[in-house]
């Protein structure tokens, strides 16, 4: 069984530093683009970027390049999604989801990660 | 930048209705277009990829169609469980674009 299990949910400070993991199972997860998407609060979904753990090749919407930093580990079969400087507009659930380049659509998703950003 | 504009924005309808959703793209594409449900405190989930085939284990009553700028998500009679909100989504090049959705009360 495919599973995304993302890291527990984070409160955190402006201008802290953050990195929220994803760990898949049931695939080999060194072939399959990992997306990460942030859905702010009764918002819709927004694409941050993907990445390919199997090269770590990384590509990353314009609204966030700079913004984030996308890693990942093929050894352990984790992702992450790293913020050097924390914004309260930062405030958001954060999803990752496994790619299928067939036809470019995300096919499972994690749970999210709850990121709260206040002073 | 593709710009995906869904309509509705609310769709109000009772159970057992016909509900078709409209997801506009703002220039000619392909047919990468994918068709997500999402409920509250829950990921998105995959209904309709490639416009218009049915992800695994999704019911029959979901069909998706449209081609070049017009697609739309059909859901023949609806289920209790298929209140949710709807977005669709499209990948350009390197870039995923998800519209704001529709919500179906």
């Known amino acids: 069984e495919v599973q995304l299990v993302q890291s527990g949910a984070e409160v955190k400070k402006p201008g802290e530093s953050l990195k929220m993991s994803c760990k898949g199972s049931g695939y080999s997860f060194s072939t399959y683009w990992i997306g990460w998407v942030r859905q702010m609060p009764g918002k819709g979904p927004e694409w941050m970027g993907i990445?390919?753990?199997?090269?770590?090749?990384?590509k990353y919407s314009p609204s966030f390049e700079g913004q984030v930093t996308m890693s990942a580990d093929m050894s352990i079969s984790t992702a992450y999604l790293q913020w050097n400087s924390l914004k309260t507009s930062d405030t958001a659930i954060y999803y990752c989801?496994?790619?299928?380049?067939?036809?470019?659509?995300?096919?499972?998703w994690g749970r999210g990660t709850l990121v709260t950003v206040s002073s | 930048e593709i710009v995906l504009t869904q309509s509705p924005a609310t769709l109000s309808l009772s159970p057992g209705e016909r509900a078709t959703l409209s997801c506009r793209a703002s220039q000619t594409v392909n047919s990468d277009l994918t068709w997500y449900q999402q409920k509250p405190g829950q990921a998105p989930r995959l209904l309709i990829y490639?416009?218009?085939d049915r992800a695994t284990g999704i019911p029959a009553r979901f069909s998706g169609g449209g081609s070049g700028t017009d697609f739309t998500l059909t859901i023949s009679s609806l289920e209790p469980e298929d209140f949710a909100v709807y977005y669709c989504q499209l990948r350009s090049k390197w870039q995923w674009t998800f519209g704001q959705g529709t919500k179906v009360e």
């Open positions: 990445i390919y753990p199997g090269d770590s090749d990384t």
């Open positions: 989801a496994r790619l299928r380049s067939e036809y470019w659509y995300f096919d499972f």
């Open positions: 490639d416009a218009s």
